[in-house]
């Protein structure tokens, strides 16, 4: 798809940006579609009972009933969060008999999860509820989202 006739001409404040760099970012940009597509996966691994569905598959093919008790949510709200996740391709169905089994659709997607894993592993995070806050205060001690101290 040509997105070359929807881009706007710099302006003249622009002018001094990095125009070969410009181009091999316009160049490499991966079509709106791709990136709505990647935007929705990102959005489906937001909600914390998604992403522990997800990291339960990490051990292979499981039954509903059984990831239901490894994530201790109802197997109803597992089958829901498994047909988002099977609707945009996150997750597989396979059936024996009248039961499913769920797998991560594929090795992207274990990947993706490992790396997050590992990312949240070595990162502290900005504004955690009860973790330390940009400047290593917890919040229940004077960090940047405590109330303010009584007189």
């Known amino acids: 798809m040509d997105e070359s006739a929807s881009r706007v001409p710099l302006s003249a404040a622009q002018r001094d940006v990095h125009l070969e760099q410009l181009e091999d970012v ?19 691994l937001g909600d914390p009972g998604r992403v522990r569905i997800l990291i339960a598959l990490l051990a292979g093919r499981m039954a509903v009933r059984d990831i239901a008790a490894a994530v201790d949510l ?19 169905v396979s059936r024996d008999g009248r039961n499913a089994y769920y ?11 490992e790396l997050g894993l590992d990312h949240v592993g070595h990162t502290v995070l900005l504004h955690s509820a009860d973790g330390p806050d940009i400047q290593g205060r917890s919040s229940h001690d004077g960090g940047a989202h405590s109330a303010p101290p009584e007189k």
């Open 74 to 92: 109802s197997e109803s709200a597992v089958s829901h969060a498994l047909r988002l996740l099977r609707a945009h391709r996150v997750v597989d």
């Open 26 to 44: 316009r160049a490499s940009m991966p079509t709106m579609a791709d990136v709505v597509d990647l935007a929705d996966v990102f959005s489906l």
């Open 103 to 113: 797998t991560l659709a594929d090795a992207h997607v274990r990947i993706l999860l």
